[in-house]
């Protein structure tokens, strides 16, 4: 198991152009390798770095302490995993949070990275952030349903074929829970 060195980012003014190169390369890879992470504009694979730029831009412009941040995990320097928390501030769920866009670089799978960023990102929404429960959503068909619950999260209910692949490969969005 690798362990990673971990950065919190709570302002997009903190991400260096470096960074923001490795946040997009890693996420056209992950993309490019079938991984399951989507955004508004970014097409099915394969895409580009021009697909990906945008999207990534957007998750910075949105970083804010109280509301969005973005976890990353390296190693030797190097760009591991990332991954965004957000909380919206409505009385009615602000002791809640949302994880997104959840990420191994393709180079780094089956380190620990994953493991490593899911647990960090346990304490930084108690700690740092005082939330009492995190979600997430995992495209079905990857296994993923099973590695969160390893870690703790429970399966809450799913979108039967909410998302489409490809033409006639509809998949179900598996909506999962973890209280802090």
Known sequence: MTVPEFLQMTRPHEITPG????????WKAVINAGGAVIAPGIPLPPVSVRDVAP???RLIAGLDPERGRLLVATVDGSLAG??????DLHPLIAHCGVV???QTHPHFR?????TALMTRVREVAAEDMNLERLQLSAREGLGLEHFYGSLG????????????VAPGDDRDDILMCLSL
Do not use: F
Request: glycine letters at 10%; hydrophobic letters at 45%; proline letters at 3%.
């Open 82 to 87: 990332w991954l965004i928390i957000r909380r």
């Open 153 to 164: 999260w429970t399966e809450v209910g799913r979108w039967p074929g909410a998302l489409r």
């Open 55 to 57: 999207a990534a831009e």
């Open 110 to 114: 089956r380190r620990g990275i994953g």
């Open 19 to 26: 960074l923001r190169r490795q946040l997009v390369d890693c």
């Open 100 to 102: 997104n866009h959840v």
